[in-house]
């Protein structure tokens, strides 16, 4: 199964793909779709519907999962990066109803086994687990193919995280 996980952002959207057979993954690729500051709000939504789009066209993932967005300060950033979110979910739901979500705690417990576990340790177990000579950088996109792995994990429970 081929797998693409996404980690919100409007500034940076992090994207992942990977193949898993049972509690195998394999690394196929990896990186970020960006945005310019000082571009109008549509333009950034569009480039990111634009860039989701091309990541189907070029891994034609059968899952695509998302982290759910979690905000406890900032509002006005957290506004944008559902837009962002939005534009994303939107490209993919044009493509496949294949869309799943999951939460940073149990992103976190699928890769780490613990839910609390810090940044660094989840990206040194995702590391491990696609068997990469180094973290993958930036932190977005460490963060989405922690996402594509979750899903892996959850695979004979997805009923339970798609976007309905």
Aim: charge should be positive; hydrophobic fraction near 45%; aromatic fraction near 6%.
């Amino acid at each position: 199964m081929r797998i693409l996980g996404i980690d919100p952002g409007l500034a940076t959207m992090g994207w992942g793909v990977i193949e898993s057979g049972g509690d195998r993954h394999k690394l196929i690729q990896y990186g970020c779709l960006t945005t310019v500051a000082k571009q109008p709000m549509p333009q950034r939504l569009r480039t990111i519907f634009v860039g989701v789009n091309q990541l189907i066209d070029m891994f034609k993932p059968d899952d695509v999962a998302f982290e759910e967005l979690f905000f406890t300060k900032n509002v006005t950033t957290g506004m944008a990066v559902s837009a962002a979110r939005g534009a994303a979910l939107v490209a993919v739901a044009q493509r496949t109803e294949e869309i799943y979500e999951y939460t940073p705690m149990q992103i976190k417990k699928a890769v780490t086994g613990q839910g609390k576990a810090d940044k660094h340790q989840v990206q040194m177990m995702v590391k491990v687990l696609l068997r990469m000579d180094d973290i993958a950088r930036p932190d977005d996109a460490a963060d989405a193919l922690a996402v594509a792995i979750t899903h892996a994990h959850s695979i004979n429970a997805k009923h339970l995280f798609k976007i309905t």
